[in-house]
């Protein structure tokens, strides 16, 4: 009689936590989408900026002029900026030539046209992203709630990301299809899907990285060849387009400069926070010092980045360890992991990382320890309730401590 008032006991507290958590998501939700009435229904904004630069940057390229030739009072897509998108002439093109080559492609239509197309691109990759978590983090059932929470947690990351028509929601779209063949035991279509999506996006070339767990060599030694496939590709503008290639690289080096970070931020990842780390804290003692990219900030980002990666993948490959960690979880872990350790973080950057912290902040919520269960919740709350784009990575740290907590634990048992 005592374990059935238990269990009943623990069955109402999760009940109201759960009435809690949709309660949040609700409003949530509802403050997003009024939001977006007001601002682009009702108001003057337009979707899809991101869109209309790499638009302009194939007009460009079709008219043979470079997009990367900017400078100080120079850019070459400042017309059609202004006239297809409202967008002013400090917005300049620093993403990829393949991406180059693709937009040449879009350019052969209006923008309008291909601002119709993109509503369809979004929707599909929203669909199969959509579909690829449920498979990867075993949803089935309320699916109306898993749909809210993809698109309106964290103040709506997941539905600006689609709103702001990047690039990198087609790219995670790609790494999602490849995560669902890694679980079918198809590691070299997970492989392709990664490379498509660094062709685009370099950075995303990071998720290479995601099969923690697995041991085999010959995993590795796939690694070395897609690198070296991805490098080739890249190499190959270097051999027969030399000019585009050296604006690529002088885009890489644009996005870490000062007059990038006072114009346009710097993220919202590691190396962000790293920038102003020194700045922040001098600040403290009345000392200003101008915050920014410098090379000692991106030493340090390599550093903690390194590490970080590295004692998640001694975690999660120890014995002990992997038993008690399911694949689902590892792959989660894996993903917040690298979404964590991205260079120049973007809100855009957080789509596959949402059903990932979700996945584990609901593990964690079932676990029998009130004090554990009770984090799992709060996690949840932050993810529905907080409008803050530092929320998530607050998150994806806590995780990570959470995992590095539970190694030390267990190593301290067996001392």
Not at 213 to 231: D, G, H, P, R, W
Not at 281 to 310: A, C, E, R
Not at 341 to 354: E, G, K, S, T, V
């Given at each position: 009689m005592k374990?059935?008032?238990?269990?009943?006991q623990?069955?109402n507290?999760?009940?109201?936590?759960?009435?809690?958590?949709k309660?949040c998501l609700?409003?949530?939700s509802a403050?997003?989408?009024?939001w977006?009435?007001k601002?682009?229904?009702?108001?003057?904004?337009e979707?899809?900026?991101d869109?209309?630069?790499?638009y302009?940057?194939?007009?460009?390229?079709?008219n043979?002029?470079?997009p990367?030739?900017?400078g100080?009072?120079?850019?070459?897509l400042g017309?059609?900026l202004?006239?297809?998108g409202?967008?002013?002439?400090a917005?300049v093109y620093?993403?990829?030539?393949?991406?180059l080559?693709?937009s040449?492609?879009?350019?052969q239509?209006?923008?309008?046209?291909i601002?119709?197309?993109?509503v369809i691109?979004?929707?599909?990759?929203f669909?199969?992203i959509?579909?690829t978590s449920?498979?990867i983090?075993?949803?089935?059932?309320k699916?109306?709630?898993?749909?809210?929470?993809?698109l309106?947690?964290f103040?709506?990351?997941?539905?600006f990301?689609?709103?702001?028509?990047n690039?990198?929601?087609?790219?995670?779209?790609?790494?999602s299809i490849g995560?669902?063949?890694y679980?079918?035991?198809n590691?070299?279509i997970?492989c392709?899907?990664?490379?498509?999506?660094?062709l685009?996006?370099p950075q995303l070339?990071?998720?290479?990285l995601?099969?923690f767990?697995?041991e085999n060599?010959?995993?590795?030694?796939?690694v070395?060849?897609y690198?070296?496939t991805?490098?080739?590709l890249?190499?190959?503008?270097f051999?027969f387009q030399?000019e585009?290639f050296f604006?690529?690289l002088?885009?890489?080096?644009y996005?870490r400069?000062?007059a990038?970070?006072f114009?346009f931020?710097d993220?919202?990842?590691?190396?962000?926070?790293i920038?102003?780390?020194s700045y922040a804290?001098?600040l403290?003692?009345?000392?200003?010092?101008?915050?920014?990219?410098?090379?000692y900030?991106?030493i340090?980002?390599?550093?903690?980045s390194?590490?970080i990666?590295?004692?998640?993948?001694?975690?999660?490959?120890k014995?002990n360890i992997s038993k008690?960690?399911?694949?689902?979880?590892?792959i989660?872990?894996?993903i917040?992991?690298?979404?964590?350790?991205l260079?120049r973080?973007?809100?855009y950057?957080?789509?596959?990382a949402?059903?990932?912290v979700?996945?584990?902040?609901i593990?964690?919520?079932s676990e029998?320890?009130k004090?554990?269960?009770?984090l799992?919740?709060a996690?949840l709350s932050?993810?529905?309730?907080?409008?803050?784009?530092?929320?998530p990575l607050?998150l994806?740290?806590?995780?990570?401590?959470?995992y590095?907590?539970i190694?030390f634990?267990?190593?301290?048992?067996k001392a």
């Amino acid at each position: 009689m005592k374990n059935l008032i238990l269990n009943k006991q623990a069955l109402n507290n999760l009940f109201s936590k759960d009435i809690f958590l949709k309660i949040c998501l609700i409003i949530s939700s509802a403050n997003v989408v009024i939001w977006f009435i007001k601002k682009y229904i009702f108001g003057d904004r337009e979707p899809f900026w991101d869109l209309v630069i790499n638009y302009c940057a194939g007009q460009s390229y079709i008219n043979g002029i470079s997009p990367y030739n900017y400078g100080v009072g120079i850019n070459p897509l400042g017309k059609c900026l202004n006239e297809s998108g409202g967008l002013n002439d400090a917005f300049v093109y620093v993403a990829t030539i393949p991406l180059l080559k693709i937009s040449s492609l879009l350019a052969q239509f209006d923008i309008e046209t291909i601002k119709s197309f993109w509503v369809i691109i979004n929707l599909f990759s929203f669909f199969i992203i959509f579909l690829t978590s449920t498979y990867i983090y075993k949803i089935n059932k309320k699916y109306s709630w898993y749909i809210l929470m993809l698109l309106f947690s964290f103040g709506g990351v997941g539905f600006f990301s689609f709103l702001t028509g990047n690039i990198t929601t087609l790219a995670a779209t790609f790494i999602s299809i490849g995560i669902y063949f890694y679980l079918k035991k198809n590691i070299n279509i997970f492989c392709l899907c990664i490379c498509i999506a660094a062709l685009v996006r370099p950075q995303l070339f990071l998720f290479i990285l995601l099969p923690f767990m697995e041991e085999n060599k010959k995993y590795f030694l796939k690694v070395i060849f897609y690198s070296f496939t991805i490098a080739i590709l890249f190499f190959y503008d270097f051999i027969f387009q030399k000019e585009l290639f050296f604006g690529f690289l002088k885009g890489l080096a644009y996005v870490r400069s000062d007059a990038w970070f006072f114009t346009f931020g710097d993220g919202i990842g590691l190396d962000a926070i790293i920038d102003q780390l020194s700045y922040a804290v001098l600040l403290l003692f009345d000392v200003y010092i101008q915050p920014g990219p410098s090379k000692y900030s991106n030493i340090l980002w390599i550093i903690l980045s390194s590490t970080i990666l590295l004692s998640t993948y001694f975690f999660l490959t120890k014995k002990n360890i992997s038993k008690k960690i399911n694949k689902t979880n590892s792959i989660a872990l894996g993903i917040i992991i690298i979404t964590l350790c991205l260079p120049r973080l973007q809100m855009y950057d957080l789509i596959l990382a949402i059903p990932a912290v979700h996945c584990i902040a609901i593990n964690i919520m079932s676990e029998k320890q009130k004090r554990l269960s009770f984090l799992g919740f709060a996690m949840l709350s932050i993810m529905y309730a907080v409008h803050d784009l530092n929320s998530p990575l607050f998150l994806f740290s806590l995780i990570f401590f959470y995992y590095t907590l539970i190694q030390f634990t267990n190593n301290f048992r067996k001392a």
